[in-house]
């Protein structure tokens, strides 16, 4: 699918995601080995984006499966459609026919769920399953996904042990928001995703909204940079700092200003208390801190002549 890393960083380029070489080198083995890959980094460095832009290169469905609290195998695997075996246990009875259990257990009655739908796809290449926050689940469910992650297979008692034709790339991303089981990553390869330089943040902006100016780009990169130096709840990522260079070309901004900032500091913060954060170290620095910083020189050197 891939021969080599460089090829698959190009093909990454191409549909629009940078991968720095320590993350395309763990992608390559996720895809070659294959063996799953467990993601983890603050929200919004692109640990989601990773997957479905691999999906996308390679030409093969994304399956997603969003965790949350109190997820279990119904949702995440299958559960029987109960409504429709009910009627087909009633349109027997009106019939007189004999209804054998077995069959109310057959593939007519499956609901499939985002992992079996992985392990099921029919190729010919393998799916690309993403299961998203697993460090929102309990660790029950991690268990659970032992199976999975270890050989392709899954377990339904009606139906007996399934194999996956094609196993499925598996990526997992985790915020961190608990531990994760040993016993889960010792299944899994593992890449902590960092916020990027400079450099390449612009160059991802730029990737994902080509119709931005370099300007724009730069100075959204560079003033979300500075907010995550200061003491807020929710430090934005390259995806707020993509959403709000989005914002601010709706706007028709080909600059950020302190108006500008103003105007658009929703795009990039999501708390009350982050915003009174930021507008008390001011937006004009926030937007330009070398402008911010010439200004007040030019204040105190001003200031004796004004009084004098």
Known sequence: MVPDTATLTKRLADVGYLADPGLATALFCAVRLPQPLLLEGEAGVGKT???KALAELLDTPLIRLQCFEGIDAAEA????NYPRQLLGIRLAEA????LAEESLFGESYLIRRPLLEALEHPGPRPAVLLIDEVDRADE?????????????TVTIPEIGTLTAT????VILTSNRTRDLHDAL???CLYHWIDYPPLAQAVAIVRARVPEASEALATQVAGAV???RTLDIQKPPGVAEAIDWVHAATLMGLDHLDEDGVG????SVLKYREDHDVARAAGLRWIADPARSAQEAAEAVRDAPARHG
Do not use: C, M, N, V
Request: glycine share 6%; no cysteine.
């Open 77 to 80: 695997l299958y559960e029987w």
């Open 263 to 266: 105007a658009t500091l929703g």
């Open 225 to 227: 940079a500075r907010l």
């Open 140 to 152: 029950e469910f991690e268990a659970f996904l032992f199976e999975l992650l270890a050989e392709s």
């Open 95 to 98: 019939r007189g026919d004999d």
């Open 49 to 51: 984006q990773a997957a």
């Open 185 to 187: 990553k010792r299944r």
């Open 166 to 169: 094609h196993p499925p790339i």
